[in-house]
């Protein structure tokens, strides 16, 4: 079964409004998780990683105001998106790994986001 | 710089047919190197992966890739595809220590249509 959780699937909001999006690791624990963005017919582009308890580090040309990623336990990362507009639609997939040196990476099914 | 480079965006072969899927890559480090396959608004499942030893490794699904670090390749195969093996892939490179700053990179995935 799926060791990672996304939450919601999908969503729809109107422009302007927030979205938070979750990322559950269901039976270990989540020191790392990484928040991807999935454009249509296009590959994945790591966003930010967030280390439980620390500021996440978002990668060149993230903007870390309006895509907000809180890493407050050691099974939930949220990623928020502000003020959404249409061009923020897309695809949203996170993915977590554990503490030790060989903890795999599982990812999770992802979150469609439309902005109307 | 780092990169992987998918050559074919989309590929259709025959259900039973054999498939070979192209990687190539540019890292700077000892890569690690992934297979990942996504149906169509889902996450990633990985097939298989390779760190060292043994250049021939198997996944799942009937998978296998092929490392060659003269060509800097690590082609995905298998002998015989069937008609639920539609969906993209995508190659990935990175540290096999994801929680200690290392991250991974993709390619731009390769689209896989399976005619009956």
């Known amino acids: 079964g799926a060791v990672v959780s996304q939450h919601p699937s999908w969503v729809i909001c109107k422009s302007g409004t927030s979205v938070k999006i979750e990322c559950r690791s269901l039976d270990f624990q989540a020191t790392t998780m990484f928040w991807y963005r999935q454009f249509p017919k296009q590959s994945l582009m790591l966003m930010a990683t967030s280390n439980e308890g620390s500021k996440a580090t978002y990668e060149q040309g993230v903007e870390k105001d309006k895509f907000l990623i809180n890493h407050a336990s050691l099974t939930l990362s949220t990623l928020t998106v502000t003020s959404a507009h249409p061009e923020d639609s897309s695809f949203y997939i996170c993915?977590?790994?554990?503490?030790?040196?060989?903890?795999?990476?599982?990812f999770g099914n992802g979150t469609r986001l439309t902005v109307t | 710089a780092q990169s992987v480079t998918q050559p074919d965006i989309h590929i259709t072969v025959s259900e039973g047919a054999s498939l070979e899927l192209r990687c190539n890559y540019s890292y700077g480090a000892t890569p690690y190197l992934f297979w990942y396959v996504q149906s169509p608004g889902q996450g990633l499942q990985l097939l298989l992966k390779y760190f060292s030893g043994d250049t021939l490794v198997q996944g799942i699904k009937g998978f296998e890739a092929e490392f060659k670090r003269s060509q800097s390749s690590f082609n995905l195969r298998k002998p015989s595809v069937h008609w639920s093996d539609a969906a993209e892939y995508f190659c990935a490179v990175g540290p096999m220590i994801y929680n200690q700053g290392g991250k991974l990179i993709f390619g731009q995935g390769t689209e896989l249509s399976v005619k009956p």
């Open positions: 993915s977590a790994t554990g503490r030790g040196p060989n903890s795999p990476l599982h």
